[in-house]
């Protein structure tokens, strides 16, 4: 179980590498062509492209995974993943951004139009979604 603990901790670095990867095309590409017309858009298309890619990425990680993890691994598995993301992102817009807390928090405001929070609970609860798919057994994946 160690070794699968330490996958699932590494893989958590592609998943920050398709972020940057995501976040890259974004700023490169249909950010500068949607800000000036639609506001912050390109954002939240950003996200939608985000959760996609996770998804995909995370799907591939358990099928290809020879362990088959139950519903609480599953669901530990995308706990892991949704704190180390919040706890990069508070470090990288605090200490690298030297954006103030209030503004951090601010990304999680959907009632703004920010959609952070909807990527982090995809991080979170894909995992068991993926498991569903995987192992459609009538219980869905192995018991706790």
Known sequence: MKSINLKIIAFWFALLGLALI????RETTYKPLLEPHIGFWAHQLSSLTGMGLFFGAIYF???KSRYKY???ELLVMGSVWT???IAFEIFMNIFIRHLSLAEVL???YFWRG???IF???SILWAPLLVGRIIYPQKAGVRGN
């Open 22 to 25: 995501n976040a890259t095309i």
């Open 106 to 108: 601010a990304t999680y």
């Open 61 to 63: 990680f358990i099928k």
């Open 119 to 121: 990527v982090l609970l």
């Open 70 to 72: 139950s519903k609480r």
């Open 83 to 85: 704190a180390m993301t």
């Open 114 to 116: 920010e959609t952070w």
